[in-house]
């Protein structure tokens, strides 16, 4: 017995190693992309990420000035990267894809766990294994692996799967010492999934949801002794306590990023019509799952917001299946817990990211650490019962497994190289501003000055009071030896932002080379009281300037 334990044991790990080679090699051309979209204002532009040494005075930093504090360990993840090879790109993917492997290795651990404890045992680790390379090499998950910011979704995935195996692992475990360490293991995952992003807050519901699916009757019994002790009312009392004490201390904080009927700024919809939006996005998001081709994939993707159930009426349909699927999941508890758990969780792994807060309508990497519990699905519930129909799933799992790999490549190929990534996302979303402002940006970077006007000039269509758009635009004039168009431009940004501060000093400049020395002071004091630590340089210049 123990020969054949060790001998599966070796087999699961030469087969996982095979799945990693897979990945890697799917991954591969997207070692070789740049920094895109959120990685500026994320890490590019955050000096208090771009370590050098390691240190206390630095670590506090990070912490304090990042631009999303509530995320310290993503944060970290990356001074540590700058910390060794600093703004080199290459460095950061790697990481991301070691990220990636390791949420592929503790999805296999999760999924094994849940065999031993709820299915057909520990011996299926074949089911378990495709499942995971389902997941690793899936197209759908390259924002959250090539995309180096999103880092901040997989760091949260590793975590949530993490705490989700310790406690499995201390839920069955006999002796009280060990049940006790894999619990204060299951804590530190939830503070460092939670650290990463938000969505590792939802490690706890997910948790209770699997003491509801498969030991429900289990706590119905406690629930009726814990009656019989201190009393009906006491019981009801002590609920009414915690979500009273939970409510005290979660919504005043979920209050400031919640949105109803008010149009959330830099959107063009409300909160209620997010949400209404949000159960046709799900739709979407699954038929990206079941036919990603790369050329329906993109980073930013425009999507038609629905204004009611009734417009458009797909709204209506995509609610009333979706109401439909959670009550035949919550029915099937009982009767079916390996079925209805994994759904249920896919659903409320979806939920904070799907309701009325400021976020986009719809991004790839979001369905990620939902794609987890789909995996679990396939693992718990495509166990072969003979070998003729193990050799069919086998055969069907490891030809879809094949053609989703190359799907990733061609897709990794397109973000490898930046103006083809670029120019990919805003000829898939025309009427988008932020693909055509990006586009424009870079196409005036590397001296394509004619395209990128056309490209500044379409996001300005879109969005006429962006202050960044006007200021690139404004670039491209001044690059063209067309001052007076420049500076008008540099005028409307300063308007539309008055802590620009790019405009700012860009404007001074226009206004030094005319001669016009009062209102370039002006903008040169107004450009000092604003200025960021990454134009610090610019800042020194100022003062010089100004005679200080």
């Not at 609610?319 to 439909?324: G, K, L, W």
């Not at 424009?440 to 970077?445: F, V």
Request: charged share 15%; with cysteine.
């Amino acid at each position: 017995m123990q020969i054949e334990r060790q001998h599966n044991t070796l087999t699961s790990i030469l087969v996982l190693l095979g799945v990693a080679a897979i990945t890697v090699f799917a991954y591969y051309p997207g070692m070789s992309a740049g920094f895109y979209f959120d990685d500026e204002p994320n890490l590019l532009e955050v000096t208090a990420l771009h370590w050098n040494e390691f240190s206390w005075s630095n670590v506090s930093g990070a912490l304090r000035d990042a631009h999303l504090t509530s995320r310290p360990v993503a944060n970290t993840s990356m001074a540590l990267n700058h910390l060794a090879s600093g703004l080199d790109p290459a460095p950061y993917h790697w990481t991301n894809l070691l990220i990636h492997l390791a949420v592929g290795f503790a999805l296999f651990w999760v999924i094994t766990l849940f065999q031993r404890h709820h299915g057909p045992g520990s011996g299926n680790r074949n089911i378990a294994s495709l499942a995971v390379l389902l997941f690793l090499v899936h197209p759908l998950n390259i924002q959250a692996t090539t995309y180096m910011v999103q880092r901040m979704t997989s760091l949260a995935t590793l975590f949530v799967l993490l705490g989700l195996g310790s406690y499995l692992s201390g839920r069955y475990q006999v002796d009280a010492t060990r049940r006790w360490a894999w619990y204060l293991l299951t804590a530190i995952c939830f503070l460092l999934a939670a650290g990463s992003k938000e969505i590792g807050l939802l490690l706890v519901p997910l948790l209770l949801l699997y003491e509801s699916c498969f030991n429900g009757t289990e706590w119905l019994t406690a629930y009726r002794r814990s009656v019989n002790q201190v009393g009906y009312p006491l019981v009801i009392l002590g609920g009414f306590l915690l979500v009273f004490l939970v409510g005290w201390l979660g919504l005043p904080i979920a209050g400031d990023h919640l949105y109803w009927t008010e149009t959330m700024p830099s959107r063009n919809f409300s909160g209620i019509e997010r949400v209404l939006t949000q159960t046709r996005v799900q739709f979407f998001y699954l038929s990206l799952l079941l036919w990603p081709v790369p050329w329906r994939l993109s980073l930013d993707h425009d999507f038609v917001v629905s204004q009611s159930f009734l417009d458009p009426i797909t709204t209506l349909l995509a609610f009333a299946v979706i109401a439909v699927t959670l009550v035949v999941a919550v029915r099937s508890i009982r009767t079916r817990p390996n079925v209805a758990f994994p759904v249920l969780a896919y659903l409320l792994l979806h939920s904070m990211e799907a309701g009325p807060v400021s976020l986009e309508l719809v991004y790839e990497h979001r369905m990620y650490l939902p794609m987890t519990m789909l995996a679990l699905l396939i693992g718990l519930n495509l166990v072969p019962t003979t070998t003729k129909y193990a050799v069919s799933i086998y055969s069907v799992l490891l030809v879809a497994g094949f053609l989703l790999a190359v799907s990733t490549y061609q897709r990794n190929l397109v973000w490898g190289d930046m103006m083809t990534f670029y120019r990919d996302t805003a000829q898939k979303s025309p009427g988008k501003f932020r693909p055509q402002y990006n586009l424009g940006t870079q196409l005036g970077e590397r001296g394509e000055l004619t395209e990128a006007k056309v490209a500044l000039e379409r996001a300005i269509r879109i969005r006429p009071d962006s202050s960044l758009a006007h200021n690139q635009l404004a670039n491209i004039y001044l690059l063209t030896n067309q001052p007076q168009p420049a500076e008008d431009h540099y005028r409307l940004a300063v308007e539309y932002d008055s802590e620009n501060a790019e405009a700012l000093f860009n404007l001074s400049n226009v206004l030094m080379s005319q001669g016009r020395s009062a209102e370039q002071q002006e903008m040169l004091e107004r450009f000092i009281q604003v200025a960021p630590p990454y134009l610090e340089e610019q800042k020194q210049w100022a003062l010089r300037q100004l005679g200080r």
